[in-house]
């Protein structure tokens, strides 16, 4: 047994996916790539990817609603949303705030987080501390990205990456659920280019000539990134694991955020945990930055995956660069 005592809990999980797929066949025939090729260096076989009409706010509304299910909590019941999003539906106002009005949430206040593919633990945090704090009692958070808005199709070295999606969580009071034991969150500022969408803010506004230099598409070093990836995952594990009193071989499940599974099977590999211990869904979804790991949360949760007095450590990196981990007993 953990000997911290949690801040909150979540209630209930879930997910939502668009319909249409692109496989790595598909991407074959627009770019220049295969399939082993991407296999190989990502693990990545198929992601799923947004209709033209449907929005990141869409996505959200999908995957909130099957969490508020779970929880047995209405539109009503909620006092705050907080969306974690770096492809909001406009750069303001928030994605929470139109998310808020298609749910009929009129109690919640709202906002958004962008901390890349770290977003959704930076929010359960929130929502936590909201929670600890006695002014919220259930808060709805959300991670949700449709990257496939900003991707350049014609570089392979990013647009076999990313799929879109988003995943949800119902926060409460703790031990009304699954105990949230212990956070850790991180930024490295200096690192910033790294991974970033140089155009579309005030440095660069966007202009007929950053669409031409293809600057409102995402740039990744991804040598660099990598490196970053693994050693931060490890670090910002160890630091959740151990403020929540736990010793590495307490923990029953490892959900990373789903980048590259070379970067996963690493990261596993130097905290000790066999594979076995790890959940790995970045076949089937590829890399849905602020959905990704509440989306492996919520198949965790649904696969039987996640069982009743486990503990887990949900671990994330992204740019900014930032990272954030959490410990949760089921």
Known sequence: MSSAKPMASILGTGHYAPKKILTNQDLEKIVDTSDEWIRTRTGIRERHIAERGELTSDMAVGAARQAMESASVSAEDLDAIIMATITPDMPWPSCACIVQDKL???????????????????????????????????????????????????????????GDGAAAAVVGLPGEGHDLLSFHLGADGSAAELLCMPAGGTKLPTSAATLEAGQNFIHMAGKEVFKFAVKVMVDASDEAITKAGLRHDQIDLFIPHQANIRIIEAAAQRIELPMEKVLVNIDRYGNTSAAAVGIALDEAVRGGRLKPGQHAVLVAFGGGLTWASTVVQW
């Open 104 to 162: 009929g949430a009129k109690r919640a206040f709202a906002m958004d987080v962008s901390a890349a593919c770290s977003g959704f633990i930076y929010a359960l945090s929130m929502a936590a501390a909201y929670v600890h704090a006695g002014m919220a009692r259930r808060v709805l958070v959300l991670g949700g990205d449709k990257l496939t808005g900003i991707v350049n199709w014609k570089d392979r070295n990013t647009c076999v990456l990313f």
